[in-house]
């Protein structure tokens, strides 16, 4: 518990209206997309640098523990204040700070939600691609701390890619920017992206210059279907490899497949074992030409359904399929754990077998699909926690997935990072020497371990934190 | 210098013939591109990770400096073994151990030289793009270690767009690697991308794990002239917010030109104030339409004259002129400074007229020329030291160059890094917080500060050092 001086000190530095201890906002702010709760001591919705260095200035001083949050939406409790302290909320945060199109960069501020982003570029002209499956709600700070992905980045990267420059407030207090308005810039440690990805342990991001493209000229949705998920995964490798790299090659297995037709009924053949959701972008002339090319290479693969959207009303007609996802899901089981191992884009028949030997193992519904284009496959292990021993089940299945995929050379997430739920597997993937590298970062630039402790690592005891 | 009972430990580790202590030896690897000279005590050529372990592990033990070369192609002294101590020269590492062709990876040793590199990948239809100067010398470790660019970074970014994993000595000796064979991967810190660009000061690479991409079906150069730098940096950013993003928009100043044309003759017209050397790469129609819209785009901007090759033999024609630049800048004066500034695009013709009132000032011909796509202009300050008070002068008109690009929201490299050469004015660039974070960072992965010190930041003092 924080001490009532404490509170005061903190409500000085961002206002009265700006603080709350009130037992529902703990509530609202204590919980994220994977439904563990852990309630905070206070919530502060800073301004701007300043206040959130004032802030993180006291918390060294006085030893509590901050939690930067975004919009909660992340998958890994990344944002949880596990053992109490203060939430720092920052979505006060949320304006577009300026849209250079000569020089094809934009600044935001971190609470700026991404679709937001992505529809003022765009209504310039511009293409900001990350597209996490959260957009609608996610904001760009967190984006870029959790180093976000999405269907779009095989073509055109992850967050990361279009990132240039941050201002980052360090966990002691220090208020520094990072990279900078070009591409190319070489003077100094690359900070930018060791931020990038960092989970909010290592800064609050309170301003980001994004890289951004010229909107594509027009895109050409395929919805394909094969008889076997070797077929589409020779698909992948044989697209690629004719160099058509895709906007998106979005993948669905059987299993999700059977769920969203059972709910749905789109009318899926019967033959019908995988999905590719294709997608090109560019020159209007050549995506006609790759989509024609992308026809006659996959045919011999066992297709079964091709069809190819002729306008953006049917786009968006074909990626219905893949939007019934989720809300079909909840008809096997009512919690969902998602994870996103990835393997190298070849392996991607191997860890869908392999994780149907595990469901049949466990006895537990896994439903499969992601993005194939890199070999990012979202494993959704769907549980019924009324069941006896189901909950205890599922988390065995999912140790063994992640080990499948690291032994494909693959890694335990290519989206969610670690947070709290992957930090009790992440010795799987990483090394003693390698995890030893990094706490040595964290520690050197948050030598109290003030900035979303107990977060990536498995942090043995518990830190020391007196309020 | 290093007593002899450890050039007896060292040798033992590399074994005889991998250790070298003739002052012929020294001299050889001593030296770069800036043409500094450091005389280092001892020379290795390990043959793998666990040599350079041991390396690493020893110097920690007995204290003395240890500093990884590759081919020493660098422009800033990064390589160079100032204040003595061992030279750890990588170029035994030179296997690629595997291309994989179905996942788009290759995994490489450090020694290999950058452009064998590019034609093993090129003879299966793949490319590496990454093309800095030095390519047809530097090593693939170097490139990584220095973040290397080129001219066709503009489309294809940087080498730390395509290192997607690393091995890595950490400079207290523990082999660890960091990333992977998955570009989307998000578990722990991005050790890789920390790693890249650091200069030498945070670990000995000795392996690492590129993507990369199909070879391009065609391209198309250009050779574009123009009556002014505002006309050529205008098409610039012309051609790129028409949704045309080049391969390299490579860029010539007058005195370039001038210089080209007096030596080579090569009939460039009278008016003509700037190059921009064009070329597009991709699908064989579309280059075709995207350089015709490029002519169309251009001509009212001052053009006067557009030759655009029809085949290969006539782009390496074209691209002579931009050969010939180096070759024929020795003409003015013996010594050339090469700086590597980048501003935003934008900037360019601005910065280019800030450096002709600075070579005014000075007195010293400063001859500009390179990747205006990415605003990264090479600035080339032709010196002869005979002249005396013309070297004071020189490093006097650099720094203005390098305040010139920093108050345009520049950086003083785009390529080259800090090393020796620019440490002394990264103070200009980044703030006391920023370097407080970065050296935060090389204390915690190198206690005793033994791997390349002295580079990247104004140590004060000397480094404790006693072998």
């Not at 935001?108 to 992505?118: D, L």
């Amino acid at each position: 518990m924080l001490e009532a001086h404490l509170i005061a000190e903190l409500t000085k530095i961002v206002g009265p209206e700006n603080i709350t201890t009130s037992r529902q906002d703990m509530i609202c702010y204590g919980y994220d997309a994977t439904q563990m709760e852990f309630l905070p001591d206070a919530v502060l919705h800073p301004a701007n640098a300043f206040e959130v260095s004032e802030v993180l200035k006291l918390a060294n001083l006085r030893r509590f523990p901050v939690f930067p949050r975004g919009a909660g939406s992340g998958f890994t409790g990344g944002s949880l204040p596990k053992g109490g302290g203060v939430v720092l909320v920052t979505t006060r945060m949320n304006r577009i700070l300026r849209i250079d199109q000569e020089n094809l960069i934009a600044e935001v501020e971190p609470g700026v939600v991404t679709e937001q982003f992505q529809l003022a570029v765009e209504k310039l002209g511009f293409f900001y691609p990350p597209d996490p499956a959260s957009l609608k709600f996610s904001t760009l700070g967190g984006n870029v701390a959790e180093n976000a992905g999405g269907p779009r980045c095989v073509k055109y990267g992850v967050t990361r890619d279009f990132v240039m420059g941050l201002e980052v407030v360090l966990p002691t207090g220090e208020i520094i920017r990072t990279g900078g308005e070009t591409y190319k810039a070489v003077v100094g440690y690359d900070l930018t992206r060791l931020l990038c990805g960092s989970e909010g342990t290592l800064g609050v991001i309170t301003k980001i210059i994004f890289k951004i493209l010229p909107f594509p000229d027009a895109k050409k949705t395929m919805l394909t279907i094969f008889d076997s998920i070797d077929g589409a995964a020779k698909a992948v490798s044989t697209i690629i490899g004719n160099k058509i790299i895709p906007t998106t090659l979005e993948f669905m297995d059987y299993a999700t497949l059977q769920c969203v037709e059972r709910r749905f009924n789109l009318g899926i053949p019967a033959e019908g074992r995988a999905v590719l959701l294709i997608e090109v972008d560019g020159d209007r002339d050549l995506i006609e030409k790759q989509a024609a090319m992308i026809h006659d290479l996959i045919k011999p693969l066992g297709l079964v359904q091709f069809r190819a959207a002729r306008d953006a009303a049917e786009s968006e007609e074909l990626w219905r399929v893949r939007r019934l996802v989720s809300p079909s899901l909840r008809d096997i089981n009512p919690t969902k754990y998602n994870e996103d191992v990835v393997v190298p884009r070849s392996k991607v028949p191997e860890i869908i077998r392999t994780i149907e030997k595990i469901q049949q193992k466990y006895d537990i519904p896994i439903v499969n699909f992601g993005h194939a284009g890199d070999g990012n496959i979202h494993v959704n292990i769907m549980v019924d926690k009324e069941v006896p021993g189901m909950d205890e089940k599922a988390h065995e299945a999912i140790r063994e997935v992640f080990q499948a995929a690291l032994d494909l050379n693959g890694t335990m997430s290519g989206e969610h990072g670690v947070g709290l739920s992957k930090a009790p597997y992440i010795e799987l993937e990483l090394s003693p020497q390698q995890i030893g590298a990094m706490k040595a970062i964290k520690a050197a630039l948050d030598p109290n371990n003030i900035l979303n402790p107990g977060k990536m690592f498995p942090w043995k005891g518990t830190p020391d934190h007196a309020a």
